[in-house]
C-alpha cells in the first residue's frame, strides 16, 4: 500500500508541475495542466490517507502538491465584496452554443433577460443564427460570420462600431471577429475568437495564440479585451504566454473559478475554458457563470468598467 501511495503522490507532484512548465504545442504538457482545481482537491485526499497508513513520505510530497496547486488557483479565487463602480459600465455575455444545440430559445431568453450590451457566440449553428438575427432591433449592430460548417461565430452590439473584421487567426474552422466599440469617447478594441481544442489541433491553437499576441502587441491598443471559448484554461501554459505579452488578466481573478466546461458536470469536474480577458486599464465589476442554455458550456457575464 505505501509503494502504491507513493506512486500516487510522484504522479500527482509531476501533473501539478505542468502548468510552471515552458509553453510548447504538446498534449504531454498541456493537457495535465488544465487541473490544478482536481490536483488540489487530490492532494487534500490523499495527504491524510497517507498518513493514515504509515506513508509519510507520500503525506508530505501531497502537500507539496496542495501549495504548489493552490497557488496556481490563488489569483481567481474569490477576495469578498468588490465595490460596484460608480460610472458607465460594459456588460458582456459570452458563450459557446454548442453546434448541435437545436434549441436557440434559452439563449433568447438569457439575453431578454440580462440585457447585455453585447453578445458574442461561437459554434453558432443555422437556428441560432436566425434567432440572433431576429433581435436586430435590440441590438442593430451585429455580424454572423459566413463559417465553416457550425463553427460560425456571432457577435451583436447595442454599441455601433467604431470598425469591425472578420478574421481567422488560424485556420478556416477558427474564425474570429475584431472589433472597436466605443463608450463615452473611450475606445476599446476587441476579438470574439473561438480557437481549436487541444486534442484536435493543439498546434493551430497555440500559433492563433500566437499571431493575436503579435498582431496586438504591434498594434498597441489603448484599451484591449478577448472574449470567447479559448479551448484553454489560465493555467494552460500558451494562454500564460498570451496573457503575460499583452499584459491582460482574467476577468474572473478575484471572483471565483467559475468553471464552464462540461456544462453536464459538477463544478469539481469542470474547467474554466471560457474567457473574458482584459488590460489592465480595465476595471471588472464583476463576473461569473451563467445557468444553462443547452450547451456542453455554460455561457459567462463580465461587466466592465473604464479605471
Not at 444545440?101 to 433577460?113: A, E, H, R, T, Y
Request: net charge positive; proline share 8%; with cysteine.
Amino acid at each position: 500500500m505505501t509503494t502504491l501511495l507513493l506512486l500516487a503522490a510522484i504522479g500527482l507532484l509531476l501533473l501539478s508541475l505542468t502548468p510552471r512548465l515552458p509553453a510548447r504545442p504538446h498534449a504531454l504538457i498541456d493537457l495535465p495542466s488544465h487541473f490544478p482545481v482536481q490536483y488540489c482537491a487530490a492532494a487534500v485526499l490523499l495527504a491524510p490517507l497517507a498518513l493514515f497508513f504509515g506513508a509519510p513520505v507520500s503525506a508530505a510530497i501531497a502537500a507539496c502538491c496542495f501549495f504548489i496547486t493552490l497557488h496556481e488557483l490563488r489569483p481567481l479565487l474569490p477576495k469578498g465584496l468588490v465595490k460596484s463602480p460608480d460610472r458607465q459600465t460594459l456588460k458582456i455575455l459570452q458563450v459557446n452554443v454548442l453546434k448541435s444545440n437545436p434549441v436557440p430559445g434559452l439563449l433568447q431568453k438569457l439575453i431578454l433577460d440580462e440585457k447585455p450590451d453585447i453578445v458574442t457566440c461561437c459554434e453558432v449553428n443555422p437556428d441560432f443564427a436566425a434567432m440572433l438575427q431576429g433581435l436586430k432591433n435590440d441590438y442593430p449592430h451585429r455580424l454572423i460570420t459566413a463559417g465553416t460548417d457550425s463553427y460560425r461565430v456571432a457577435l451583436l452590439s447595442k454599441l455601433p462600431f467604431v470598425k469591425i473584421e472578420q478574421t481567422a487567426f488560424g485556420g478556416a474552422r477558427t474564425e474570429a471577429i475584431v472589433f472597436r466599440v466605443e463608450l463615452n469617447g473611450r475606445i476599446i478594441d476587441a476579438v470574439s475568437l473561438h480557437p481549436c481544442t487541444p486534442n484536435a489541433n493543439i498546434k493551430s491553437r497555440d500559433s492563433e495564440f500566437a499571431a493575436i499576441a503579435d498582431r496586438f502587441a504591434a498594434e498597441k491598443p489603448e484599451r484591449l479585451m478577448l472574449i470567447g471559448d479559448f479551448n484553454a484554461t489560465p493555467w494552460c501554459p500558451a494562454m500564460k504566454q498570451l496573457t503575460r505579452t499583452l499584459k491582460l488578466r482574467n476577468a474572473r481573478e478575484g471572483r471565483g473559478i467559475n468553471t464552464t466546461w462540461p456544462a453536464c458536470l459538477p463544478f469539481l469536474f469542470r474547467i474554466p475554458i471560457d474567457h473574458v480577458l482584459v488590460s489592465t486599464n480595465l476595471g471588472v465589476a464583476s463576473f461569473g457563470a451563467m445557468q444553462s442554455i443547452g450547451s456542453d458550456h455554460l455561457p459567462t457575464q463580465t461587466v466592465i468598467y473604464f479605471k
